[in-house]
């Protein structure tokens, strides 16, 4: 199944269930994130689904006004240089150790929304998968991880990297208000399948293209080792981190410009489709 959080028409948000029939299903649950931490979440959808034609309401997808998928994560962890190519591209070595930084539940937008960069003149892009936490994981094992994933979502982590190149520690450059995509859906993990074709677009172009089979740590492995050293709870997010083709990757290198759209897909999953509002900073002076 797919879920999504779509905002309602009085100013909140609802979990919803992708009916497959261009339609969405509204689920008694603020969000996707309340939802899973609901002890009996799959029966709650189940029943919710049967009594559709009773009185459920039904929203069409053309009417959806998607939400970021978990607007109230408590945790969004992500794991940096976790494919071959991209760690090849920044001139680095394979890790020992997965490199991990967190984001704030703040930096999270909608799949369609518009991204306002105040700031920064050096705005990248990195499509990547991302994990959600469907219940609680303390000093796990990779089997106890794999089946504590509720499912799979889309993201980009947008990174200033101006920001982050000033100091060696980066969550300046990566936890800015309302600058990460994520959704538009979560496809459960029973109907997922092993690995993920990742893309990501600029324009239209193509700049990222990879596979999650090459990631070096993955999601069972991440999960398992994020809960050695802290507890995750379900709704809470992991990002995967992304494939080469970043735009400071290139030569020379390429930043997103005001009024682009960034488009980052994965196979099975869905879109995002985000068009950027750079607000560069001023210019220092050069006698300042």
Known sequence: MKLATLRTANGGTTAALATGADSYLALPAADVGALLALPEW?????????AQEAHQQVI???????????????????????????????????????????KYADTLVGA??????????????????????????YRADEDQARAAIAGYTVANDVSMRDWQSRTLQWF??????????????????????????????????LVQQGNTSTLVFGPAQLLSYISQ???????????????????????PPRFLKDGDVLTTEIDGIGQLENQFRIHAPAAIPANA
Not at 42 to 50: D, H, I, L, N, S
Not at 62 to 89: F, M, S, T
């Open 42 to 50: 799959r029966q709650v959808v189940e029943k919710t689904a049967a």
């Open 60 to 102: 069409a997808a053309v009417d959806a006004d998607v939400a970021p998928l978990l607007p109230r994560a408590g945790k969004v962890i992500c794991c940096g240089l976790n494919y071959g190519d991209h760690i090849q591209e920044m001139g680095r070595e394979l890790p020992e150790y997965p490199t991990l930084f967190a």
């Open 112 to 137: 369609a929304d518009a991204v306002e960069v105040h700031g920064s003149g050096r705005v990248d892009w990195e499509a990547e998968l991302a994990v959600v936490v469907g219940s609680e994981l």
């Open 172 to 205: 300046q450059g990566k936890a800015f208000d309302a600058t990460t995509p994520v959704g538009p859906v979560m496809l459960t993990a029973d109907e997922a399948g092993q690995h993920f074709d990742v893309r990501g677009y600029v324009n239209g172009q």
């Open 229 to 251: 050293f802290t507890v995750l709870r379900p709704g809470d997010l992991v990002l995967t981190g992304t494939p080469g083709g970043v735009g400071m990757g290139m030569t």
